[in-house]
């Protein structure tokens, strides 16, 4: 049986666009090949509430009946309704003809308004028993115990930087429960702040892996099911290689699909803005960004250099604008409220918000959008300023703790000095009066990083941390700053989620 | 058979404070008493992603085994854990001893980490046979076919301005099925965005209200339902009271959760900023509220008028500062980037943010959260700028379209004038250039504010709202603008929620 494994990028609610690039695939695919597309391939995901608008509906039927006049065999996803229920399905086309539907029965996040469906379904395909259906179902298709040839399953497969190709290994087990061949088709892309990561896969039926799709990108692949059967390796791709492509694909596919081009990002000469600016250059091309740079009066020799050092060595575009005119305006126009004394941020404040702005105007003016340069552990504390430094369309670091912001700083610099090394090896600082340093106010990064992840990712409690040996004063500190800055993280930029725990769409805490 | 009805404002997480304000009432409570609590009331509600930390859990067994000392009869909400599956559960105490535990079966949005439970429980109790358990279960246990004489039900009913009384005809319908006398608590208060309206209330066998506890408020009622049985008729609370009642809640609870006493509000002597201000005036007290005034270059004299006004009549102190220093002092600095020439609004949106940076100034240097004063239909557009005039803690008024905000100012003028009559009778604008009126870029709110109902209320298409007969090109124009806003509004202050289609926490859709 011959099978091409369509790992493609679509677009939510772009039925049209999406039923192109199916069609293009399934003409030049061969008549005795079946086209495999993934979950919702034709109409895009997540739609949200979309899926119960009729126009929405309509065009959806009228893309499926054009791609069935192809008369190639495939597997698209789409909507279907009956009894006025709607259902994430599946449809089975065989030369033309829909011969079967699949509709989803374990609903999950993205599954708003569809209805329980029946799971996998199983039919005669070329001669052979094959099962068709959504990953979410393997365990009920598995208990019916029923025999199939090839298992064939669709997942729309979120990105997490710690995943460690689990899925392969639970359906690795299944295929040699089951003895089926096992085809797992992923999309790949981004959709808002949300990264499909592909990486499909073939399973013969001892639980070897007889094909792997590469992550992040695009590919058609044909393999004929009783040809092939060689085991092959995993692809090595290191921790920071990953997140490279990642934040790259998140980049790229969110301007993408916003119908932008270009970017802005201010750049303070620190790790943040210049690891961002390394992944914005890849993702949209140097000639598509723009940074700026905006020294105040707290701004060291040493942050102007290694921000201008930064832009160079990308070969993009920058302005300098600094920011102590509207600074001193601004204290000018404030001066009774800041006659009150107080021990307080305002001043600190007023600076990032006139960056801000001034990025802002440099974003409407050029018809670029803002990319947020915040890492996870200053969301997770609240160090940074709403409606300053927390601002952005899309935030690529966002959900990348401190540390890994370290690692993928150094991957990125392996072969040659492209964020400058100063940036990396010096201590962070925001900049916003003389010699801060951001250890004044927070507990250093390794240690900060090691308590939030023992609180956030694996659940343990105040006194839970401190008796694994953190110090109580810094934990409790810790996670005080936590708490109370919840309201911050509802309005700050979105992170690009990289993880199952993404303060974006993932973690929600009461405020 | 005595009970008491026990709407109380819990705080999620502090479950400390919530034992306190529970025990208080059982201490006060006869010994032949029935105290009814709602839905987790031990611990509040939403607890997100807490529920399964050790040390709410633990603190959790600790205060309900502590309510039990006071020997008193009572239902409250709590967590409970068996086989290390959490439940969201209901424990019924007689005389300090636990008698029975109701888990929750049908799990909602608030219902994360729980696993589906068994439903409403039954027991006798003062020689009668009671159920017990979750409003989302009774489908379930009348399906069961048992009888009993009294049926208590707990839900955290979230306040919609649109609410019919659904839910007591509802359960009216059940009474009379089931021949049961029904019992019906819930909580009132704010968590984050989230208005739990109260509305408590008792129906007899007939299905005849014998009982309706106000909305909004904490109520403490006794009831004997072996004597009480008269009918009684619906508090008639007007539309615009309601929303009134709800929205001075929405403040008041979310400051007073937050810990903070004094709000800050900029005011632009329209109607919205003008109808916030009473708002919070009316829930943090005169005293608490800080009006600024920026007028700019593009600020009529009547506004600045206007905004005075309200200010006055509400006797709150406020201040007045100029924007023209930073808007000029921004121009300068971004004189390279503003030659380049363009029709756009960057120099619109830098008016904005400097009052954006104003009001946080203040909010900073006087322990004050900003209100914003954004309106759904605004939102619903992108009419507004982000980090500028769409920044805030909180929108009291994000979710009311334009015409409810009038009719609601309407209503808070209906025996004097409290928002200066002008602010309601002038035509809507940012005055962010020369002569500019809402109106010259979007359509007049009354025909937009329909057509966006028909779109996010009714579900209905661009196709099938022209066919109702609107203009086919402020539709188009409408929901392109719809359509192209949603990564402002998961940036923009969060609203208040007051219906089923909040922006913030109901409605999403791709960007």
Known sequence: MKINICQINTKAANINGNKEKINSILQSSGEDTLNIFGELSLTGSPLYNRNIYTDIYQQTSMAGDELCKSGKSFIVGTIAKSEDLLYNSLVFVDKGEVKALATKRNLGRFDRNYSIGNGIEVL??????????????????????????????????????????????????????????????????????????????VLNRNGDIILRVSEFSEAVCDIDLSVLNKNIKPIQQCYEERIFNACVLGIRDYWAKSGIKKAVIGLSGGIDSAVVVVLAATALGKENVTGI??????????????????????????????????FSASKEALKELLSIEAKDTTEENLQARARCMIVMAFGNRLGAAMLNTSNKSESAVGYGTLYGDDSGALGPIGDLYKEDVYKLARWINRDKEIIPNNSITKAPSAELHPNQKDSDTLPEYDVLDKVLKEHIENHLSYKEIVDKGYDESIVKRTLHLYNINEWKRRQEAPALRLSKTCFATDIKINF
């Open 293 to 326: 740079l905006m020294p105040s009066e707290f701004s060291s020799e040493h942050s102007i250099n290694d921000a201008k050092q930064s832009a160079d060595n990308l070969g993009i575009e920058h302005y300098v604008v600094p920011i102590q005119g509207i």
């Open 124 to 201: 005669k395909y070329e001669g052979k028993k094959i099962a068709f259906g959504f990953y979410e179902d393997v365990l009920n298709f598995a208990k019916r115990g029923i025999e199939v040839d090839t298992l064939i399953l669709v997942h729309n497969n979120l990105f997490d930087k710690d995943y460690d190709n689990d899925i392969e290994r639970e359906l690795g087990n299944y295929a040699r429960r089951l003895k089926a061949n096992i085809v797992f088709v992923s999309r790949i892309g981004v959709e808002g702040n949300f990264v499909f990561q592909g990486g499909s896969f």
